[in-house]
């Protein structure tokens, strides 16, 4: 009669869809694994020197052909950049496949096979299906962003940048799936679904070839998720506020696809049965919707690591001793990159609740705006606790602040979310930031542990600011 | 003989110690340290020959950078050890010394991005650690590596640095970019490491700031642009601006500097004008004759070698007038040809250089 029994549902179907998937799963992040370690590996053997990597840059890097296949080359003669250069190319293009596929398999397969009936026969309703699946493509997602970033911290790289090259390849992952899901919704078979989703990432790949190889079409980079995974430009200036995109194009999908399965109508008997068992408010647009936004609290707390991680890396690149030698603080300096992740952070939040909305009511489903604006804003009190934590690892403990800052967040989420599955006790539990956050637009927005985890951030931010100011900065 | 080194500070501690009842005037401390030095001169200087402390041209001028006992470690690594340093306002200072000798340590400490393990460093008397923006707004500062925004091209570089640190000469910047024949239209990713290094330094002249710090500034230059750099530091210089300049380029130092100091291992082991170290430094006379050449008595502070058939080469560390009376005396007539020259400042570097100990003897 209450949400935990909903949980354990959802636990089981998600965990269904993981093993249905665990072999594809594995294999594609193995690959990726093993691609991202050869890349940087491969690279130091064949071009030991700067003086070959200058070279390999002007002659080989330069040819449209490679383009075709890889991307364009930011910065191909630093072993990093060469690696993003490699990975953006291939590892996107499978990625994008990987969440075509996933989202596919999870979503249709099950029904076209008549097992999805033997499911909702079980007193569930559609949108718990859908919401087992998409959580079970996001674990996937997941996981190949953990194998790529295991890969090329074993290829020697650092850890930070590591995580930020992995993530831009997993926003193409989360895309195309978003991607698939609507496919399945409009094609009438699990086939003519998958041809529907590969199509679009071919037209994704068609759009990211030209504007690779031609001179003036660099702006079609913008409207690909391939593109943006390149303009996200992991080890060569990266530029984290890119993220937007996939997330919006995620959130936007998404939105929509759930819209349109709780208007696709489940049958009275089988509602029935859900207010009988009180499966919870995972079946109602507005129980999705929370669903959906846990995962934009992960990503909004993800971008602020983003941020700290491009701060340390103007530093490690010296552009930041040449800004401190201008008339400029270091506490004004530091602080304004804070402030700006966070106005960032708010916008993103606030647009992703709009964008739900709109998505929503594209497909006639009325929720209310400032409801979603509300869950949107849901997403800060986390981000600022953990901002504030990754600049104060950013102060005292510069070169590894990128690999705490994701470190902790990825450690709490999977915490929360294993710890949910497992059932693990309440007080154990708690220990993770995201235990604290309430289910907005479910349940109401939790204010006591919002205050708690902004004062923390706060706090943490301070000192990290007064610790920044005493410390040398530090090149690579 | 010892020329510097341990004599030296020795006798500026006791050049420090003479004089308390001398009245202080408002630059206390530079006066201080002017005292100091001519202290640390005579003591060095009476050494090797009677000569009176050289004038000072820096009495009415005040410190524009300072530093006192000024020392880093890095872990293990003593990078800076209890530097004394005084650049005056309107001086050129090379500032020289082989990779890894503590300049840019110096620099990075001056500019208050590392902090000073022990000691202090004042820019316009404003200490560099605590409050670095002040000193700043009257600095320009050109870094080793040219690390810029690589998606930015030179002219937008120009456009963010000038905004950020306030009053560019935005003509003088023109004529610099003319001058350095920058393409300001290329992005900062597409320049060579030369043409990157123009965009810092045209950056750091057009700001006019009263100091300047140039740590190399003319690695990846070609030689054209190093004179065109030459130029800019004479002009600099005519302004009245401050320049410490961090470099291995002897001739580059020679042609500009007003003061050069040597660095080593972390310590200033030798400094002055290039006069008063070629002062110090060893004369070398070349004698050629018109037979075989004599065998000479030895004599105290002058050191022979054989330089051909019929040469000598003798390195003279003092007067040259008793080489010249054993020479006559030993065969004047069959001397054919006899050149003396001062030491270059390649000589007196190299020299700093040759011991492995770390003191420095001639």
Redesign the interface.
């Known amino acids: 009669m209450s949400a935990p029994r909903a949980g354990g549902i959802l636990a089981t179907l998600v965990g269904r869809a993981l093993r249905d998937a665990r072999t594809r799963t594995l294999a594609f992040a193995y690959l990726f694994a093993l691609y991202a370690y050869i890349q940087p590996v491969g690279f130091r053997h064949a071009y030991p020197k700067l003086t070959d990597r200058l070279a390999f840059v002007h002659s080989f890097a330069g040819n449209d052909a490679v383009r075709f296949f890889y991307g364009y080359p930011?910065?191909a003669s630093t072993v990093g950049g060469y690696s993003a250069w490699r990975v953006g190319g291939t590892l996107a293009i499978l990625a994008a496949v990987f969440g075509v596929l996933g989202a596919v398999r999870a979503l249709r397969t099950e029904e076209d096979t008549g097992r999805a009936e033997i499911v909702l026969a079980g007193a569930i309703a559609r949108r718990t299906v859908f919401v087992a699946a998409i959580g079970a493509v996001g674990a996937g997602v997941a996981l190949l962003w953990l194998g790529e970033t295991v890969g090329f911290i074993a290829g020697s790289l650092p850890v930070g940048e590591s995580a930020y090259l992995a993530l831009a390849t997993a926003t193409v992952a989360a895309v195309f799936a978003g991607v698939g899901a609507l496919a399945c919704q409009l094609a009438p078979a699990r086939r003519i679904a998958l041809e529907l989703g590969n199509a679009v990432v071919a037209v994704s790949l068609l759009a990211r070839v030209v504007a690779d190889t031609s001179s003036g079409l660099g702006w079609l980079r913008w409207l690909t998720p391939l593109g943006w995974a390149e303009e996200l430009r992991p080890f060569?200036?990266p530029q984290p506020l890119v993220l937007v995109l996939p997330v919006l194009a995620t959130a936007l999908v998404l939105g929509m696809v759930s819209a349109s399965i709780s208007s696709a109508g489940i049958s009275k008997s089988i509602r029935r049965e859900i207010a009988r068992l009180g499966t919870g408010s995972i079946a109602t647009p507005t129980g999705y919707v929370s669903f959906v936004f846990i995962f934009f609290v992960l990503a909004v707390s993800l971008f602020a690591c983003a941020q700290i991680g491009a701060a340390r890396q103007q530093e490690a690149?010296?552009?930041l001793?040449?800004?401190?030698?201008?008339?400029?603080?270091r506490v004004r300096w530091l602080g304004g990159r804070l402030l700006l992740a966070l106005c960032a952070a708010a916008a993103l939040s606030l647009v992703a609740g709009a964008f739900t909305w709109a998505g929503a009511s594209a497909q006639g489903v009325s929720m209310s705006l400032p409801r979603l604006l509300e869950a949107g804003a849901n997403c800060l009190p986390t981000t600022v606790l953990f901002l504030g934590l990754a600049a104060l690892a950013y102060a005292l403990v510069p070169r590894a602040s990128a690999g705490i800052a994701y470190g902790l967040v990825s450690v709490a989420f999977l915490w929360q979310l294993v710890g949910a599955l497992l059932g693990v006790p309440k007080l154990l539990l708690e220990l993770t930031p995201f235990a604290h956050v309430g289910l907005v637009p479910t349940q109401a927005f939790r204010g006591d542990d919002a205050a708690v985890m902004l004062a923390i951030g706060l706090v943490a931010a301070c000192a990290g600011l007064a610790a920044f100011r005493?410390?040398?900065?530090l090149g690579t | 003989m010892c020329r510097t080194g341990l004599p030296g500070r020795t006798g500026r501690r006791a050049g420090r110690a003479d004089v308390p009842g001398v009245s202080e005037n408002p630059q206390s401390a530079c006066g201080r340290a002017r005292r100091a030095n001519a202290a640390r001169w005579t003591s060095v200087l009476s050494m090797s020959s009677a000569v009176a402390p050289p004038p000072s041209p820096e009495r009415s001028r005040s410190c524009t950078i300072r530093t006192e006992r000024l020392t880093k470690r890095y872990g293990e690594t003593l990078a800076l050890d209890r530097l004394d340093l005084e650049v005056y306002e309107g001086e050129v200072y090379g500032y020289l010394g082989p990779n890894g000798a503590g300049k840019t340590t110096t620099i990075?400490l001056l500019?208050?991005?590392?902090?000073p393990s022990a000691g202090r460093a004042e820019l316009f008397g404003l200490d560099a650690w605590a409050d670095?923006?002040?000193a700043?707004?009257r600095?320009a500062?050109v870094?080793g590596?040219p690390?810029?925004?690589?998606?930015l091209t030179s002219a937008e570089t120009f456009e963010f640095?000038g905004r950020?640190?306030?009053g560019v000469d935005r003509a003088y910047r023109d004529v610099l970019v003319e001058r350095f024949q920058l393409d300001t239209r290329k992005k900062i990713?597409a320049l060579s490491k030369g043409n990157r290094q123009k965009v810092?330094l045209i950056a750091a002249l057009a700001t006019r700031a009263e100091l300047l710090?140039l740590d190399e500034p003319t690695s990846g230059l070609d030689p054209l642009m190093e004179m065109a750099f030459r130029e800019c530091v004479q002009e600099a210089k005519q302004r009245g601006q401050t320049i410490l300049l961090s470099s291995h380029i002897l001739s580059e130092v020679e042609a500009v500097c007003d003061r050069v100091g040597i660095l080593r291992k972390g310590r200033l082991v030798d400094e002055g004008t290039l006069e008063q170290l070629r002062h110090l430094g060893a004369h070398t006379v070349e004698v050629t004759f018109a037979g075989p050449a004599p065998t000479l008595p030895p004599l105290p502070g002058v050191h022979a070698q054989s330089a051909g058939p019929n040469a000598l080469r003798f390195e003279v560390l003092e007067d040259i007038g008793p080489l010249v009376a054993a020479l006559a005396q030993a065969g004047g007539e069959t001397i054919k040809t006899l050149t003396s020259r001062e030491p270059s400042l390649e000589e007196i570097f190299l020299h700093h250089y040759d011991g492995s100990d770390g003191h420095v003897g001639a």
Do not use: I
């Open positions: 930011y910065d060569a200036g690149d010296e552009q001793e040449t800004l401190l030698a201008l008339p400029v603080g005493r410390r040398d900065l | 990075r500019l208050g991005l590392h902090r670095p923006v002040n700043h707004r600095v500062y870094a590596e690390f810029l925004w690589p998606a640095l950020v640190h306030g990713r810092q710090l």
